[in-house]
């Protein structure tokens, strides 16, 4: 039996009214995503048409999700809430604190002995307010979630970018920070911009060498980084209804490479199968109910060019396998020659070191046993592997049934490093190097879903490829990167050549799913006796401390730094070794946009002190301008704050003194995440002027006190040698937002109307 299964049941017993409400409304037959949103109104029944990337709609989420490096920042917000418990279903799933090193179970102890103050933390918390709490080791969240918790025309929210990967059962599942999540545990609506609509029509069917993950990789070479912000991604078609539910879950988890909202595929067979073979049947037979109301319209996907924004078809029996990178998902080469030209012109080193099989996007039973039946290959040809192997199962199900079923032993046999049920290497939860920053140039291969510099290992030298699990063993096995199995030979160690097959697999286990303890806990029914302890010397956790409002009057703000090109929310936060501090943001905020080049001088955490004429790291400059009580302003490129959904990366320059962020464009989880911090989040009216700004600038914001909707800010901004620029910025702020402004955070009205 499901998990809330009767909230599900109530889910489907409003779309019928709801979408047949809003299928008058509109007056024309609706995409799969447009039934999801208009049947999950905050108000309940649609009563009017919202303009796609304009309207701010309130919506009511029908479960939330919480990692553990994003939760404790989340339920630390939460207990200032003045709630008793959750109002929606919400999980916490400690995946993100364990370190990837010798293997799983000495890994696993690594981490509880290292961040058990946190676990217990998360744990008390969750039993306290009504959560459900997965133990370190239980698995991956996302996975966790699609086999636990994701139902076909559902809502989700969760405090990790790649929530999106539920969209693989059906759902509209959106990575958002985590004062939005408490916004919904506290029984209040969620606010999203009304998205625009892509819609993909996959047409044909995956063979041989192919797999879902070159879809995405397709559709990220097509759209580029930001090509999908502001829209969900719909695919429909016979490509898509020929492939399995987790490889439907791997392409909508990616979507959070392209910008986009999130990706969804409408509700058909495989997803019943899923259902049914994780002991859904309850769920399955439910959504067979309204199966209608659960995917698009016919006429939408036959002539989709009407329905949609934009529309891109892909034909699944012509896609190659692909190779993502490096140092950005969506630079795209086809498997060898393309290859080997690419990276001779680049400097590419064609060696590649290690092979990574897991993460979020590819750990399921059916990505595991494709790439073993290529590993088996091995073997089976005397193969010597030129690589190492590592392997992230996606759940305690899966690395359960996998080890039953021989899978595991086959990577074993290869001597292959077994990592724990949880992120490791794609968060930077690597122990790869004693040294990163010194480490040596390099190149790697691995099916996660990002690849910036120095995301997984540290190293800024270490080239990161992104590709299906299936290429990642193979190339592994090869140790060129522009190895082609569809068309190169290996020597084994008999000196024969030989060639690799091309993978088989299985969907789902032929023997079923098997686990003995799968690591969850339930709370308590009633938990207002559980205490929930925070040390006042804890350097892991810190509780929080109200923002105070920055005010209508902004003068005489000094330029922390002009951020040159791609600035990530791993820029602005770094993970790996800060992870622990992800509870306290004071420690955290010592990070602060240390990975942000600065435009100056081309170099990392190295700025101008205005104060002494001095440079140095930005948190310790930032810290000088605090104390003496200066506001400053960060400037940036495009897509600023693209990646991880990570709040931090809004906190820890609001804790720090920072009042705005001025760039040519956001990404949309950072933008909603400085607004909810009661910072100032601005776009360049005229994007060139982005050029003006010089190194020892001052700015004073001229009419902040008429901050409106619709109504653009005006700057001056004053350079060293007393010449003066007048600025125009744009906003996306509504009422509401300018609330959380005027108040110092969303919190903070929060607070106020609990009060």
Known sequence: MAFDINMIKKVYANVVERVDA??????????????????????????????????YVDFAPDRIALQDATAQMALLQFMQAGKSKVAVPTTTHCDHLIQAKNGASTDLQSA????????????????????????????????????NYAFPGGMMIGTDSHTVNAGGLGMVAIGVGGADAVDVMAGMPWELKF????????????????????????????????????????????????????????ICNMGAEIGATTSTFGYDDSMERYLRATDRDDVADAANQVKDYLTGDAEVYENPENYFDQVIEINLSELSPLLNGPFTPDLSTKAGLEMTKKANENDWPLKVEWGLIGSCTNSSYEDLSRASSIAQQAIDKNLKTKADFGINPGSEKVRYTADRDGI??????????????????????WARYSDPKNAPKNSIIHSFNRNFAKRADGNPNTHAFVA?????????????????????????????????????????????????????????EDGSHVEIAVKNDSERLQLLEPFTPLGSEIKGAKLLIKAFGKCTTDHISMAGPWLRFRGHLDNIAN?????????????????????????????????????????????????????SSREHAAMQ???????????????????????????????????????????????????????????????????????????????????????WYKEGSALNLIKKQNA
């Open 591 to 643: 990070n602060t946009l240390i990975g942000a080049v600065n435009a100056f001088n081309k170099k990392t955490n190295f700025v101008k002190n205005q104060l002494t004429g001095e440079y140095g790291g930005v948190p310790d400059v930032q810290r000088e301008y605090k104390k003496e009580g200066v506001k400053t302003v960060v400037v940036g490129d495009h897509n600023y704050g693209e990646g």
């Open 112 to 147: 509880l002995n290292t961040s058990n103050e946190v676990f217990n933390f998360l744990e008390s918390v969750s039993n306290k307010y009504g959560l459900g709490f997965w133990k370190p080791g239980a698995g991956i969240i996302h996975q966790v979630v699609l086999e």
């Open 408 to 429: 595991l032993g086959v990577f074993e046999k290869l001597d292959a490093t077994i990592f724990t049920n949880a992120c490791g290497p794609c968060i930077g939860q």
């Open 22 to 55: 809003a299928q008058k409304i509109t007056g024309k037959p609706l995409t799969l995503a447009e039934k999801i949103l208009y049947s999950h109104l905050w108000d309940g029944n649609p009563s009017k048409v919202f303009t796609r990337g304009k309207d």
């Open 468 to 524: 299906s699990p299936e290429m990642v063993a193979a190339v592994a096995i090869a140790g060129r990167l522009d190895f082609n199995p569809m068309t190169d030979k290996l020597i084994n160690e008999n000196g024969e050549e030989v060639m690799l097959d091309e993978p088989t697999g299985w969907e789902l286990p032929p023997k079923g799913f098997e686990v003995k303890d799968d690591g969850f806990l339930a709370p308590e």
């Open 653 to 739: 320059p609001r804790h720090l003194g920072v009042a705005a962020v001025i760039v040519k464009s956001f990404a949309r989880i950072h933008e909603t995440n400085l607004k909810k911090q009661g910072m100032l989040g601005l776009t360049f009216a005229n994007e060139a002027d982005y050029d003006l700004i010089q190194e020892n600038d001052t700015f004073n914001f001229l009419d902040l006190h008429e901050f409106a909707p619709e109504k653009p800010l005006t700057i001056e901004v004053v350079h060293a040698d007393g010449s003066k620029d007048i600025i125009k910025v744009n906003h996306t702020y509504n009422d509401a937002q300018i609330a």
């Open 195 to 250: 998205p625009k609509l892509i819609g993909v029509k996959l047409t044909g069917k995956l063979s041989g060498w192919t797999a879902p993950k070159d879809v995405i990789l397709k559709v990220a070479d097509i759209l580029t980084v930001k090509g999908g912000t502001g829209a969900i991604v719909e695919y429909f078609g016979p490509g898509a209804t020929s492939m399995s539910c987790t490889g439907k879950g791997t």
